[in-house]
């Protein structure tokens, strides 16, 4: 069965903690891209990888660091310096990245992440 | 940076009426996508329409695109139970390398 896993499903982190959330993909997939989402709120993108070993900031990037030394693996680290780190996290993935033809992209089933 | 927006921000419907939603962008772009967002879970891609295209269809799903308006629709027909969900648009901009999404429409249907 082919897809994208997220792991934990569920996290909770003391404050000054770095935690690292997982995600993987067996879709041979070139591009992963990491959201976040708040309650009632849209998902707001904070990194994308186009290629192994190549990411981008995208726009809520402060505070979080990810690494893609694998195609399959895209790992989400959020680090002490990110102030309000309760969210979900939605990681993604897709054969293409964007602007070439087949962007569609897939979902895992998300990570919430909780400050405790 | 907020690319699309839905509207309306959330619709109430009867079961077996359609809905419609409807996203407007700023920018020109390759696509624009629509998902489905269940409560706590990941988005579940509906349908893709490219720049060059006017309508789209999958199943009781009818999507539309106006570029000269910067805007698209989507219809559902004959509304289920099952479609209470999350709506979202997402626009592959051509001058950015990202998917962006908007804030989403809450549909919720009602027995």
């Known amino acids: 069965d082919g897809g994208i896993t997220q792991s934990p499903k569920y996290l909770f982190r003391k404050e000054g903690q770095n935690v690292t959330l997982s995600c993987e993909q067996n879709l041979n997939h070139d591009a992963m891209y990491w959201y976040r989402q708040d309650p009632g709120q849209g998902l707001r993108l904070i990194y994308y990888?186009?290629?192994?070993?190549?990411?981008q900031k995208g726009d809520i990037a402060e505070g979080y660091s990810v690494s893609r030394e694998k195609k399959e693996s895209f790992p989400l680290t959020v680090t002490s310096a990110q102030k309000n780190p309760t969210a979900f996290y939605l990681c993604a993935s897709s054969i293409d990245p964007p602007g070439a033809w087949n962007t569609e992209a897939f979902f895992g089933q998300g990570t919430r992440l909780t400050v405790v | 940076s907020q690319q699309g927006e839905e509207d309306p921000q959330a619709l109430s419907i009867q079961e077996g009426e359609n809905a419609t939603m409807n996203c407007s962008y700023k920018?020109?772009?390759?696509?624009l996508q629509w998902y489905r967002q269940n409560s706590g879970r990941g988005l579940v891609h509906l349908i893709l329409?490219?720049?060059?295209?006017r309508e789209k269809h999958s199943g009781r799903l009818r999507v539309t695109l106006d570029t000269s308006k910067k805007s698209s629709s989507l219809l559902i027909t004959a509304s289920r139970a099952a479609d209470t969900a999350s709506y979202f648009c997402a626009t592959d901009a051509r001058r950015d390398d990202k998917i962006i999404f908007g804030k989403g429409t809450r549909l919720h249907i009602l027995p």
């Open positions: 920018t020109s772009i390759n696509n």
């Open positions: 329409i490219r720049s060059n295209e």
């Open positions: 990888s186009q290629i192994v070993n190549d990411f």
